[in-house]
Each structure stands twice: as structure tokens, then as C-alpha cells.
């Protein structure tokens, strides 16, 4: 079965830094881009950041770009996403998805989604 | 960045009823446009991509058409499953972007 499974939620306090994690399973995971997207509560969804499959390509959104690093690690078929400098409006779920299509840097569709790990930014 | 607009914001159907839902890009993402069901609690689920493929596993009630700006989902005989929030997402450019989203709810 694929699978996307993320941790390292919680509440932090503006301004601290937060790790999230997400392994994969069921799937070649070096085969494909990786993806964070995030959901305010009671809000849509926005994409965070992605990785090529080996790292040589990433990318920000603008809302997150300075504050966050995105990385991976193949070998232990995991994604990481370092939040620095945490802001009230980073309060949201964050979720790991995988790209429709294998292999390549480009913007795509997401057909597997893990179950997110919701980070608080409160005081 | 390309900004999606969904209408309408929320659609009231019966159980049985066709929904029509509108997707419109701010300029032409030819056909890289998806659309995802959320239900409560639950990560998005992807329906359509390529603007008109199914995803594996989504029953043929499930349609989109469209190309450029304008883009629809039709749900050809609401099933009390299908009661969730829909979101439409380009991925012509980056960054990709998602759409406010549609709410079907019960009439």
C-alpha cells in the first residue's frame, strides 16, 4: 500500500523553529519529486515547497521562502521540512504529497497525500 | 502567479442530482488542471487530472472538461459520498496554485 506518514508536529511559539518529517512507503520513493502543501484551519490549501527526486531542484512559495528547507533523504525514503523563524500564519496542517507523474522537476498534480501533522504558531 | 477562482463558493444538491462545478484560471493553464474531493477530517483525494482523466479508482459519475481559463467537474448522480468540499489546482506554472473551493452540500 502507498503511503505517506508525517510527524513532528505541535505549538510552537513565534519566531522557533520546527521539523517536520514524512516517510513514504509502498512506492520507489527516489522515483519522484516530494511535495509540502499546507491548509490553514477552515481555509484551502497552498502549496509550500517541493524537491526533485535527487534534491538538484527545489522550490518556495513566496510565503515561505528565507524560513523554510525543504530536504530528503532517499535512503530512508523520507521527506523533511525545517520551519524557522515559525510565524502565526504558518499555523496550519501540513501535508506530504507525491506527484502524479515519475521522475522530472515540474509542476504536477498530487495523487497520494499523507494524513498531515498540524503545526500551531501561538504565543 | 496564476490565481484559481472557484464558483460557486457552496451547491446544494439532491441525492441523485447532477452538480456542476466552474474552475476558472486568471490566464491559460491549457490542461493541467485537478481537481480533488475533501471530506472532513481527511487528506484531499485526487479525482481528475490532465483536466478530463480519472484517477485510478474514481467511479465514471466523476467528469471534467475544459481547457485554458475555464474548467468544470460535473458529478452526474450525487452520491451521499460525494457531500465534500472540491478543489481545482493548475499545474501549468509555478507555483501551483488551488482554487478557494466548492462546498456540495445537502439539499
Known amino acids: 500500500e502507498v503511503q505517506l506518514v508525517e510527524s513532528g508536529g505541535g505549538l510552537v511559539q513565534p519566531g522557533r523553529s520546527l521539523r517536520l518529517s514524512c516517510a513514504a512507503s509502498g512506492f520507489t520513493f527516489d522515483d519522484y519529486a516530494m511535495h509540502w502543501v499546507r491548509q490553514a484551519p477552515g481555509k484551502g490549501l497552498e502549496w509550500v515547497s517541493g524537491i526533485s527526486w535527487n534534491s538538484g531542484s527545489i522550490g518556495y512559495a513566496d510565503s515561505v521562502k528565507g524560513r523554510f528547507t525543504i530536504s530528503r533523504d532517499n535512503a530512508k525514503n523520507s521527506l523533511y521540512l525545517q520551519m524557522n523563524s515559525l510565524r502565526a500564519e504558518d499555523t496550519a496542517l501540513y501535508y506530504c504529497a507525491k506527484p502524479e507523474m515519475i521522475s522530472g522537476w515540474y509542476p504536477d498534480a498530487f495523487d497520494i497525500w499523507g494524513q498531515g501533522t498540524m503545526v500551531t504558531v501561538s504565543s | 502567479e496564476i490565481v484559481m477562482t472557484q464558483s460557486p463558493a457552496t451547491l446544494s444538491v439532491s441525492p441523485g442530482e447532477r452538480a456542476t462545478l466552474s474552475c476558472r484560471a486568471s490566464?491559460?493553464?491549457?490542461?493541467?488542471l485537478a481537481w480533488y474531493q475533501q471530506k472532513p477530517g481527511q487528506a484531499p483525494r485526487l479525482l481528475i487530472y490532465?483536466?478530463?482523466t480519472r484517477a485510478t479508482g474514481i467511479p465514471a459519475r466523476f467528469s471534467g472538461s475544459g481547457s485554458g481559463t475555464e474548467f468544470t467537474l460535473t458529478i452526474s448522480s450525487l452520491q451521499s459520498e460525494d457531500f465534500a468540499v472540491y478543489y481545482c489546482?493548475?499545474?501549468?506554472?509555478?507555483?501551483?496554485?488551488f482554487g478557494g473551493g466548492t462546498k456540495v452540500e445537502i439539499k
Open positions: 490566464q491559460s493553464v491549457s490542461s493541467n
Open positions: 490532465g483536466a478530463s
Open positions: 489546482q493548475q499545474y501549468n506554472n509555478w507555483p501551483v496554485t
